[in-house]
Nanobody, 113 residues
Framework: QVQLVESGGGLVQPGGSLRLSCTAS????????MGWYRQAPGKQRELVAT??????TMYADSVKGRFTISRDNVKTVTLQMNSLKPEDTAVYYC????????WGQGTQVTVSS
């Protein structure tokens, strides 16, 4: 089992920045992919960005050039979000993937003036 604890999120004005962090614990593999997904009201959960243990990254087209995903080790992943837009408003979920998918509890990001 893997447990994920997220931090960050909150309310920010358009054009502002936020930083999300996620730490995994439990049966962590040295080979894994971690990332962030988001779900806006009335919409399906969608990929935001992922990063492998080899630091290979993938971004949704909608966040390319604005968001940066990074990791210092196999347990922690960070999402730096810049130039936030109202359409970035959603619950953001941390994800850990190796043989199975694990999810964090979600953290709210609201972009509004």
């Amino acid at each position: 089992q893997v447990q994920l604890v997220e931090s960050g999120g909150g309310l920010v004005q358009p054009g502002g920045s936020l930083r999300l962090s996620c730490t995994a614990s439990g049966s962590i593999s040295s080979i894994n992919t971690m990332g962030w997904y988001r779900q806006a009201p009335g919409k399906q959960r969608e990929l935001v960005a992922t990063i492998s243990s080899g630091r290979r990254t993938m971004y949704a087209d909608s966040v390319k050039g604005r968001f940066t995903i990074s990791r210092d080790n196999v347990k922690t992943v960070t999402l730096q979000m810049n130039s936030l837009k109202p359409e970035d408003t959603a619950v953001y979920y941390c994800n850990y993937r190796y043989n199975a998918n694990y999810w964090g509890q979600g953290t709210q990001v609201t972009v509004s003036s």
